[in-house]
């Protein structure tokens, strides 16, 4: 069973099957073995008993379906002990929230993200030509060298600067938030920072070599070093500007000339001190910044890839999402150095013959730890649409099904809902740990590669692990045991919930809230063509309540304006908006919005989890909500 799969622990190559017989009393016995068959390397000749393997993979595979029979048991013999015990669990989490809040809107991570999201287009461009280069390989086809030069030259000089590219774009991110502490009329050039992080980071990561310099921490090795880097040139930056610590031009002269002349001294001060830091750190350790950074993390690196950390990094973002804060925003900028590294040495390690073992990358989060979206939801949502016997829950899942094969949840999260529901809460924590470690598990037992490029994050889940993977038959396998899994750990589950909503129909019914027993009466000013912009994470929850107040309008024959957009990608049309509206898992960012809301003279308001869910199934509710906030009473 183990022939083509498993590889040699020392040189990586594939190991091949053999049979030895001996006679024991006179009777025939069949010994099966693997075999190394590279012969430079120093394991070859010997012989590993495939009974033993058997033996491993199947104490590996029994401790964790007896892992997931306890569960299973445990929601089974639920009681109405056990539901308060989850409830008590959730309102401890939720007097944690002013803390998760605090940290989602730490300027500092969320530019990080920023920067991240801005430099996107390399890597999502990058690896198509990665892709093109290397998966015919796996056909037996292989370019000849012109070709494959060609192929990887933008990879090379798009990807190979990822590091670069990142520190000017999240330092300019970050200016843009220390400009909101800092007076209209005295504002730091973010164009200026950003140009100014990128030279720094070249000061300190980069080694001169004959005629140029050497490119190894320019990508991603040099992400960290970047972050550090993109800090420091803009809180600088800051003290000089704050304290107009500048170059003064007369009045006479044309603003623009004036800016450039104002950024001098902070841009000088900026590249001088981090050339006379590298000087003596490079006399000091005999290497750049960038590499001893490497080193100095590597431990975490390692230690991240372990199950407890992954445990602890995705179970996180699971976590953070059930109480209505978007995880990955917390989560994902303390990892997202580790992931594009870890990548990259796959990558590299692939190319070399040899074993691609880092767990930790950009594709298990989409594809394995999210598979349909935070709390691997995909298999639930399914549920929901051909095995609920409650037509509501039937409704909501067919209605949800095509976002989240796409991986985006929020339709089924806020309409079931699965966050803020107590039934929901074991399921939706520990999907996606268990995914990770039957990934893991895949990786370093079966000889599994782990992801070797670069998907967009809406690519359906399991094609997503396919490709990402290298479409091996392995990785296909493991697509289809990630879904049985997701099964056996939701479906108790479902079973409880969907009973329980039955139950609930019957009693109360399916009745459709009749919009002509109460007209909305609002101030004629307030109805005269308002616009309203709901806000998310991604686009998919605002348009839920967006579509909501469209729908209220309509009935009720109110010339209404709605829109759903991203937080992040709303600066330049916010100010065509009379109403900007936060859903739950961006509320955190409501101060810095207000910011920039009150320069502009419009309004803006925060919903809660609980309070956004019943919105967005009451249309009338809806309307009555954003109305009384823009009459000034909410």
Not at 571 to 581: A, F, G, H, K, P
Request: aromatic share 12%; proline share 4%; net charge neutral.
């Amino acid at each position: 069973m183990f022939s083509g799969l498993v590889k040699c622990p020392i040189c990586g190559e594939i190991m091949s099957s053999s049979e030895s017989f001996k006679y024991p009393n006179g009777k025939q016995k069949v010994y099966y073995h693997l075999r190394c068959k590279n012969h430079n390397c120093s394991g070859f000749g010997l012989h590993y008993n495939t009974e033993k393997i058997e033996t491993k993979l199947k104490q590996v595979l029994e401790e964790l379906t007896l892992f997931m029979l306890s569960m299973d048991n445990e929601i089974i013999t639920c009681n109405s002990t056990k539901s308060d015990d989850v409830k008590d669990i959730e309102k401890a989490i939720e007097k944690l929230k002013p803390y998760f809040d605090a940290i989602a809107r730490n300027r500092y991570l969320k530019a990080i993200k920023d920067g991240f999201i801005s430099a996107m287009p390399i890597v999502l461009f990058s690896s198509i030509f990665m892709l093109l280069a290397y998966v015919p390989n796996i056909f037996g086809f292989y370019w000849s060298k012109t070709v494959e030069a060609f192929l990887l030259k933008p990879y090379n000089y798009s990807m190979g600067i990822l590091g670069l590219v990142v520190a000017g774009t999240t330092c300019y991110h970050l200016t843009k938030s220390l400009n909101r502490d800092m007076p209209v009329d005295n504002q730091i050039n973010a164009i200026s920072t950003m140009m100014c992080s990128m030279i720094g980071f070249m000061v300190v990561a980069v080694d001169s070599i004959k005629d140029g310099f050497a490119s190894g921490y320019m990508g991603s090795k040099g992400l960290l070093t970047a972050f550090l880097v993109a800090f420091f040139t803009a809180n600088l930056y800051k003290f000089f500007i704050k304290r107009n610590i500048t170059v003064k031009m007369p009045d006479a002269v044309p603003p623009n000339i004036s800016q450039t002349f104002k950024d001098v001294i902070p841009f000088g001060v900026c590249v001088l001190l981090l050339t006379i830091f590298d000087f003596f750190f490079r006399k000091q350790f005999d290497m750049c910044f960038a590499q001893a950074v490497i080193q100095v993390f590597q431990p975490l690196f390692t230690a991240a890839d372990g199950y407890v950390g992954l445990a602890i990094i995705y179970g996180a973002m699971a976590m953070f999402w059930f109480v209505g804060i978007q995880g990955p925003a917390i989560v994902e900028p303390a990892v997202s150095a580790i992931y594009y590294v870890n990548i990259a040495n796959n990558l590299q390690l692939y190319q070399a013959g040899k074993h691609a073992a880092n767990i930790l990358t950009p594709g298990v989060q989409q594809f394995v730890a999210t598979l349909g979206g935070t709390g691997a939801t995909l298999v639930i949502t399914l549920m929901f649409a051909f095995m609920a016997k409650s037509k509501e829950l039937k409704a909501i899942g067919r209605a949800s099904s095509i976002p989240v094969l796409f991986g985006v949840n929020e339709p089924i999260l806020f309409g079931a809902p699965l966050i803020l529901n107590p039934v929901f809460f074991v399921p939706f924590i520990c999907a996606p740990i268990l995914n990770v470690w039957l990934f893991k598990i895949f990786v370093d037992y079966i000889g599994m590669d782990s992801f070797l490029y670069i998907l967009p994050w809406t690519t359906p889940g399991p094609l997503g692990l396919f490709l990402g993977c290298g479409m091996a038959l392995k990785a296909l396998i493991l697509a289809i045991a990630l879904l049985v899994l997701d099964f056996v750990v939701y479906y108790p589950f479902f079973k409880v919930y969907d009973h329980e909503k039955c139950e609930e129909e019957k009693e109360k019914g399916l009745e459709e809230v009749n919009s002509g027993e109460e007209q909305i009466e609002v101030d004629g000013d307030t109805l005269k063509s308002k616009r309203i912009l709901v806000l998310c994470a991604g686009g998919g929850t605002s348009g839920l309540l967006a579509n909501a107040l469209k729908k209220g309008a309509e009935e009720q024959n109110i010339p209404l304006i709605t829109a759903a957009g991203a937080y992040g990608a709303h600066t330049d049309i916010m100010q065509d908006y009379d109403l900007v509206v936060l859903a739950p898992q961006v509320a955190s960012f409501y101060q810095d919005l207000k910011k920039d809301t009150d320069r502009l003279g419009i309004k803006c308001v925060a919903c809660e989890g609980k309070q956004y869910i019943s919105l967005t199934r009451d249309p009338e509710a809806a309307l009555k909500f954003v109305f009384k906030v823009l009459e000034g009473d909410n």
